[in-house]
């Protein structure tokens, strides 16, 4: 268990704001499909083409992937999980002043505050294997949602699959 | 899109941090809100007493936005209350058909248990009442919580009770194929008319004795009566109080009794039913 | 008449009386003696006139009130208004006897008579007359006033005051439910903190919906709510004055605290505080503003609720391995497990009666409210729905509402939130009105 010690991200915090405010918001397609279908971007920071600034919002999420896959009422990480964390270590690695959030989801089918204490433990997750991998906690903050925020609304198991997830949203110090 | 609200709500909360930088006083924070103190995140994960006052968050813009809203719940309604004395039951100035006392049926209390087939089964006539003459208005303090008025005192004289007596019990032995016949006879009317008063609190015990009389006819002889047992039980249960009306009512309702042969009236004139609610209860 | 009489002995001579009439001599016969151990379970009809009123504006509150009243006793499943279409008996003086025999014939169990009056300082009086149709005598008799804006509350007040003459318990109508509203599509969803009367009419928003809340509970006063918020993206426990209008986090915690609900005298919240992903049931105390650890567990315990007494408190953990209902003392100890149901259960809230504990189940593909008594014996299921979660307890026990949260099919067709409610027995499980769609309801104690 890494104890918080953030204290630094306090004082990068207003900055951050301003910063995120100028970073190009496109709407990301919404590349949850199915869970961990393979997210397989590549680990190079620049394989792909184009426009994709290196660095970016939306370098992470496409190239690094920025979410993981859980099971039914479950918080461990599989392997394909630990790969797309893995990813999003070396990136961070890359680019030390970006700061992220750790989202913690849960699908419909748990009562209102279960999900709320499951999303914190599947974010608390994520953080604590990123950390193990060099990320320093104070970059990282954890928020859960419970099932409050789906990414996909039937009413079935393949949404429900991608709604339980913990995704690393970038809080600023991402190129633009 | 959901990125774009993000980035847009962290813009808009740096600039509402920016503002309060700017002009600290144009905002009036609650006194909550406490003065931005820079203190260190903790981490209290050993710590099992969290005093309140000490630890800041983050010097983000503080919580209380407090909205524009309109208190909904008005404490102070001020809702009088008083009770109202029952009316006197009968406008007196008409001695008329149905004066004082009703005579009543007793006689049907003797009535043999002859086969005479009862002439008339006796209705339960409603005596024709009189247009009700002007009432003394009763005197309604407005705004004044009256204290409860005694309910019972309005009431005239009681008219001399008609003795109905609990009749002695029989033994288990006398049970014969005849009264088994009657008490199904009436079992099976009345779980008709009992209205179980489900969803008490330890439904299971509100157990109901009442006697009435019937007339040859089926119909009551006069006015169903709680046992004795059950009248003492009910003081101070409100519950049971209920169950007792309930109970009541089911008898009432259930008038005329069907299928009573007349031949063997002596043995149903009188009865007793024990509302049972162990069963109804089971919920 | 006979009956009458009878009646009358029977309400009016005390049992003293009573019992010195039983000296009389016994009747030769044998009583027969009969057990009816089967009934049925029907709302009692009940005969509620418009209340008269002495000029058209009185007379239009009088049925105005007797509306309110019919669809609250209706609601409640326990009582039949009839149609007013079958009255034979004209009600025309409240302050007369009505002729019970007009209403015998039409089956009514129950007569309510009332009256309105605009009085002179421009305050509204409602009387009313309860009769026992059988007993022919007045059950209740009451008069309220208060400012006309009132009105309704005054005919939930004469509501309550019905039903708890009949029923033996207290009424719950004149209450408050608040409650989270939602709108917006599935993955844009605006959630608004609301109040309502029980009857869903007076909604009033309490927020604007550009910050998550959840959670709402009132507070014994019905002054207060506690309830969760993710405004700044800081998910806390917040409290909610409504005289003032004002909202205040409540204490400074460095994570997500959640699932508050206040203690039953209101001096404190019991709340989940989450901990690097951990969660665990604290209670703050509101006038000192320091909070206590009540469980230390990794696994996640949550929603706690006090019981009525305060001595115990009924919270959810997955300590076992699955979400399951438990039970502590106040102070944290004595732990022990209340649901062996197959599935999970959680969400527990203690029946303000004390003898059940509200939950959620969750089995075989569902998610149904149910009541299991505290030792964990009697578990009933009450609810239907595909997803029903959250009960909340009307104050005096007898019925309860939640979440019912509706099956979303391909390209988000359907789905969204629902209050519903159901009786204590199970049964008369109906929608509640809510201004759209709505979740998470509290039920406020009745208002003094």
Not at chain 2, 228 to 257: D, F, H, K, S
Not at chain 3, 278 to 293: G, H, Q, V, W
Not at chain 3, 302 to 323: H, L, M
Request: aromatic share 8%; net charge negative.
């Amino acid at each position: 268990m890494t104890k918080v010690t953030a204290s630094a991200k306090l004082a990068t915090i207003c900055a951050v704001f301003f910063l995120a405010a100028c970073t190009s918001e496109e709407p990301v397609a919404p590349q949850a499909s199915l869970p961990p279908a393979t997210t397989t971007g590549p680990t190079g920071p620049n394989a792909p083409t184009s426009t994709i600034v290196p660095g970016s919002l939306q370098d992470f999420e496409q190239n690094v992937g920025d979410r993981v896959f859980f099971d039914y009422d479950g918080s461990t990480l599989d392997q394909t999980d630990r790969d797309t964390l893995g990813r999003q270590a070396e990136w961070l690695a890359r680019y030390p002043n970006v700061v992220l959030t750790v989202e913690g989801h849960a699908d419909e089918r748990g009562t209102r505050e279960y999900n709320l204490a499951l999303g914190a433990r599947r974010a608390a997750s994520v953080r604590e294997y990123l950390v193990s991998l060099g990320v320093s906690a104070a970059r990282l903050e954890t928020i859960s949602y419970g099932k409050e925020r789906p990414t996909c609304v039937e009413s079935n198991e393949g949404c429900w699959q991608t709604n339980r997830r913990g995704v690393s949203t970038i809080r600023g110090g991402a190129a633009s | 899109m959901r990125k774009g609200i993000i980035v847009s709500a962290a813009l808009h909360l740096g600039v509402i941090g920016a503002a309060m930088v700017t002009w600290p006083s144009a905002l009036r924070l609650s006194e909550e809100a406490p003065p931005s103190v820079p203190v260190e995140l903790i981490t209290i994960a050993e710590a099992t007493n969290i005093q309140a006052a000490v630890r800041e968050p983050p010097p983000q813009p503080t919580p209380t936005p407090v909205e524009a809203v309109v208190p909904t719940i008005d404490p102070d309604m001020d809702i009088q209350l008083a009770e109202m004395t029952p009316p006197p039951p009968e406008p007196q100035p008409e001695p008329e058909p149905e004066a004082l006392p009703e005579p009543e049926p007793e006689e049907v209390a003797q009535a043999e248990p002859e086969p005479e087939p009862p002439p008339a089964p006796t209705p339960p006539s409603p005596a024709p009442r009189e247009k009700p003459a002007p009432e003394p208005e009763e005197e309604f303090d407005l705004d004044s919580v009256i204290a409860l008025l005694d309910n019972r005192a309005p009431r005239a004289a009681t008219p001399q009770s008609a003795p109905v007596a609990e009749a002695p019990r029989r033994g288990i032995g006398d049970q014969s194929a005849m009264t088994m016949n009657l008490r199904d006879a009436i079992m099976s009317q009345m779980r008709e008319c009992w209205n179980f008063p489900a969803g008490a609190p330890n439904a299971e015990e509100l157990f109901v004795g009442v006697t009435f009389y019937l007339a040859p006819s089926g119909e009551l002889a006069r006015a169903p009566q709680l046992t004795a047992e059950t009248r003492a039980a009910m003081a101070g249960n409100a519950y049971l109080r209920a169950a007792a009306e309930a109970a009541l009512r089911a008898v009432n309702i259930c008038a005329p009794y069907r299928g009573l042969p007349t031949d063997q009236y002596a043995e149903w004139r009188e009865i007793i039913v024990t509302f049972d609610p162990t069963k109804m209860a089971g919920r | 008449m006979l009956l009458r009489k009878s009646s009358f002995i029977r309400r009016w001579l005390g049992p003293v009386a009573f019992a010195a009439s039983l000296l009389a001599a016994p009747v030769a016969h044998a009583a027969l003696e009969v057990r009816v151990d089967e009934g049925v379970s029907e709302p009692l009809p009940i005969a509620i006139p418009d209340f008269i009123g002495i000029n058209p504006d009185a007379s239009r509150m009088g049925a105005d009130v007797a509306n309110v009243v019919r669809a609250d006793l209706e609601r409640s499943g326990l009582f039949r208004p009839l149609a007013p279409t079958s009255f034979i008996e004209n009600i025309t003086d409240i302050n007369v006897p009505p002729r019970f025999g007009d209403w015998r014939i039409i089956q009514a169990q129950g007569l309510v008579t009332g009256q309105a009056t605009v009085q002179p300082d421009g305050r509204l009086r409602v009387d009313f007359r309860l009769w026992d149709i059988f007993g022919e005598e007045q059950m209740i008799g009451l008069q309220y006033t208060a400012t006309p804006e009132n009105w309704r509350r005054i005919a939930h007040l004469v509501s309550d005051a019905i039903y708890q003459r009949i029923t033996g318990e207290a009424g719950y109508f004149d209450t408050r439910i608040v409650f989270i509203a939602e709108s917006g599509p599935g993955l844009d969803r605006r959630k608004r903190l609301a109040v309502m009367d029980q009857d869903g009419a007076n909604p009033v928003f309490l927020t604007q919906g550009d910050y998550l809340v959840l959670t709402p509970r009132f507070n014994p006063t019905a002054q207060m709510i506690a309830y969760m918020s993710y405004i700044n993206d800081r998910p806390r426990v917040y409290l909610f004055d409504l005289e003032t209008g004002r909202q205040e986090m409540l204490g400074n915690f460095p994570n997500m605290t959640f699932s508050p609900r206040f203690s039953p005298n209101g001096n404190s919240v019991v709340m989940a505080l989450e901990n690097n992903g951990n969660s665990d049931i604290y209670i703050m105390d509101l006038a000192t503003r320091t909070s206590r650890r009540l469980t230390n567990d990794p696994g996640i315990d949550t929603a706690p609720s006090f019981s009525p007494d305060g001595t115990q408190i009924t919270f959810e953990s997955n300590r076992g391995g699955s979400q399951q209902v438990y039970v502590m003392n106040a102070d944290g100890s004595n732990v022990r497990r209340v649901s062996f149901g197959n599935g999970r259960a959680g969400t527990p809230v203690w029946s303000p009666r004390g003898d059940l504990i509200a939950f959620t189940k969750i089995a075989d593909g569902a998610f149904r409210v149910g009541v299991i008594r505290p030792d964990g014996s009697g578990e009933r299921v009450l609810s239907t729905g595909w997803q029903d979660e959250g009960p909340t307890w009307a104050p005096n026990g007898r019925v309860l509402m939640y979440t019912r949260t509706l099956q979303t099919g391909a390209n988000g067709v359907g789905g969204g939130s629902q209050i519903w409610s159901v009786d204590v027995t199970g049964r008369n499980e109906r929608r509640v009105l809510a201004p759209g769609d709505a979740s998470d309801p509290a039920w406020s104690p009745l208002i003094q």
